[in-house]
């Protein structure tokens, strides 16, 4: 693999293999992705792209804590997270 990423986080169950090639393993306490290219971690989706698919992910998990949707890892996904996000949005 040519530069390979990854993103390690909290929350989340489950083994499988994403529609890009990335390897997900979720536990109830972490997450690991393993992709075969650098991974951005505000690509909440893993399509590559930070745009409207990564926000619904970040809404849906508002307040939630143990979430990926956590970007500054404060413990829950809230304000300061989403404006991560817009600061980092590719799509347009």
Known sequence: M??????????GTGVGIDGEQ?????TELWW???S?????PLDLDGDRI?????LAVLLGAWGDDLSMSD???????GASDLGLL???WTQF
């Open 2 to 11: 040519n530069n390979p990423g990854y993103q390690i986080g909290s929350g």
């Open 22 to 26: 990335t390897l997900v393993v979720e």
């Open 32 to 34: 690991l992705r393993v």
């Open 36 to 40: 075969p290219w650098p991974v951005n």
């Open 50 to 54: 930070v745009g409207a698919a990564d």
């Open 71 to 77: 970007l500054d890892a404060s413990g829950s996904v």
């Open 86 to 88: 817009l600061g980092g």
